[in-house]
C-alpha cells in the first residue's frame, strides 16, 4: 500500500503544479494582451493627436460662431459663444499640464476639483426640474450623473465631510461661491429692476415673486458653474501656490493618480457624449449650427481624455512625465 500511496501524492503533486502552470500561464497571457492593447491605444493616439488639435477645433467653433453671427445677425451668438468658452480650459491644460513641476500632484488634485464642480452644477439643476415638475429623460440623466459623480468623490477620492476636505477642494469651492455669487447678483439686479413692474401690475404676489428669483439664481448659478467646470484645473496648473513645490504639498502615487484619472475621464466622456448629443439634436432642429459646435466640444473633451490617458499609461510618456530615472528603473524591476 505505501507504493501506491506515494504515487498517488507524486500524481496529486503533479497536478497541483500544472493546474498553478496553467493559471500562471494565462495570467500571463492576460498580462500580454492589456499591454498590447495599451500599446496599440498609444500608438493610436500619438498618431491622431498633436499640439495642433485643440487650437483646430476651438477656430473651427469659432468660425461657426462668426458665420452664426453674420448669417443670422447675431440671433444664437450668445450660446454658441459659451460654449466655445468651455472649449478653452481643455485647450489650455492640453499646453500646460505637462510642463507644470511634479504634473503627477497637480493631475490628481486638479483631477478632484473638477469633478466636484461638477456635482456642484448638477445639484443647482434639480430646483429648476423639481419647479416645474417634469421628470423627463433630462432629469433622470442629472440624476444618474450625480450619483455616479459622488461615488466617483467617495470610492475613488476619499471625500470625507471634513475641513481636510474643505481645504483640499478649496479651489473649486472658490469657483463655485464666485459663480452663485455672480448668479445672485445680475438676477438681484434684473429682479430690482423687474419689481416696479411686477408690483404695479399685481401679475405676481411677492412671495411667489422670490420664489421666482430664487430658481433663476440657481438657473444661473448652475450656469456659471458649467461654464468654469474646468478652471480648478487651470487653476492648479497655471498659477500654482507657493507651497506646491515645497515638501509640505501632498505627493500622490502614479497608481493612485492613474486611477482617479481614468474614473474621472471615463465620468466626463460618458456625461458630455450624452449632453452634447441631446443638445445637438434637440436645439440643431432650429439651429443648424448649433450642433456641429456641440460635436466640437464633445471631441475636444475626447482628445484630452485621450491625452491624459496616453500620458498616464505609455510607460514611455511615463517616464518623462515623472522625470526621474528611478521610476524607470522601478518599472524595469516589475517586470
Known amino acids: 500500500?505505501?507504493?501506491?500511496?506515494?504515487?498517488?501524492?507524486?500524481?496529486?503533486t503533479?497536478?497541483?503544479?500544472?493546474?498553478?502552470?496553467?493559471?500562471?500561464?494565462?495570467?500571463?497571457r492576460n498580462i500580454i494582451s492589456q499591454s498590447m492593447n495599451l500599446s496599440a491605444f498609444c500608438r493610436m493616439q500619438n498618431m491622431l493627436h498633436s499640439n495642433l488639435t485643440p487650437c483646430a477645433l476651438l477656430i473651427a467653433a469659432s468660425s461657426l460662431v462668426l458665420f452664426e453671427h453674420v448669417k443670422r445677425e447675431g440671433a444664437f451668438t450668445h450660446y454658441l459663444s459659451m460654449n466655445v468658452l468651455t472649449m478653452l480650459p481643455l485647450a489650455i491644460l492640453e499646453s500646460k499640464i505637462l510642463v507644470c513641476t511634479n504634473p503627477v500632484s497637480f493631475i490628481s488634485k486638479a483631477s478632484g476639483n473638477v469633478l466636484l464642480l461638477h456635482v456642484f452644477f448638477l445639484i443647482l439643476r434639480f430646483p429648476g426640474h423639481i419647479t416645474d415638475g417634469i421628470f423627463d429623460i433630462s432629469f433622470f440623466f442629472d440624476v444618474g450623473s450625480l450619483i455616479a459623480a459622488c461615488i466617483i468623490l467617495r470610492l475613488c477620492f476619499g471625500l470625507r465631510p471634513n475641513y481636510g476636505t474643505l481645504y483640499q477642494y478649496r479651489e473649486a469651492l472658490l469657483i463655485a461661491l464666485c459663480a452663485l455669487a455672480t448668479a445672485v447678483l445680475t438676477e438681484g439686479f434684473n429682479a430690482y429692476l423687474r419689481r416696479q413692474h411686477f408690483d404695479q401690475a399685481h401679475l405676481l404676489p411677492t412671495q411667489?415673486?422670490?420664489l421666482v428669483v430664487l430658481l433663476a439664481v440657481a438657473e444661473m448659478g448652475a450656469f456659471y458653474s458649467e461654464l468654469l467646470s474646468f478652471m480648478p484645473a487651470v487653476w492648479i496648473v497655471c498659477l500654482p501656490s507657493k507651497s506646491a513645490t515645497g515638501p509640505s504639498e501632498e505627493q500622490y502615487e502614479v497608481g493612485g493618480t492613474q486611477q482617479r484619472v481614468a474614473y474621472l475621464l471615463a465620468f466626463l466622456v460618458c456625461?458630455?457624449?450624452?449632453?452634447?448629443?441631446?443638445?445637438a439634436v434637440?436645439?440643431?432642429?432650429?439651429?443648424?449650427?448649433?450642433?456641429?459646435?456641440?460635436?466640437?466640444?464633445?471631441?475636444?473633451?475626447?482628445?484630452f481624455a485621450c491625452f491624459l490617458l496616453a500620458n498616464l499609461y505609455d510607460p514611455a510618456k511615463l517616464g518623462r512625465l515623472m522625470g526621474s530615472i528611478a521610476y524607470a528603473l522601478s518599472d524595469i524591476y516589475s517586470v
Not at 466640437?296 to 475626447?302: S, W
Open 1 to 12: 500500500n505505501t507504493p501506491l500511496t506515494n504515487l498517488a501524492t507524486i500524481q496529486h
Open 14 to 28: 503533479l497536478r497541483k503544479l500544472t493546474n498553478h502552470f496553467d493559471s500562471h500561464m494565462a495570467s500571463n
Open 208 to 210: 411667489r415673486y422670490l
Open 271 to 279: 456625461f458630455y457624449l450624452i449632453e452634447d448629443s441631446v443638445a
Open 282 to 303: 434637440v436645439t440643431g432642429w432650429a439651429f443648424p449650427l448649433v450642433a456641429p459646435v456641440h460635436v466640437i466640444h464633445f471631441l475636444l473633451v475626447l482628445d
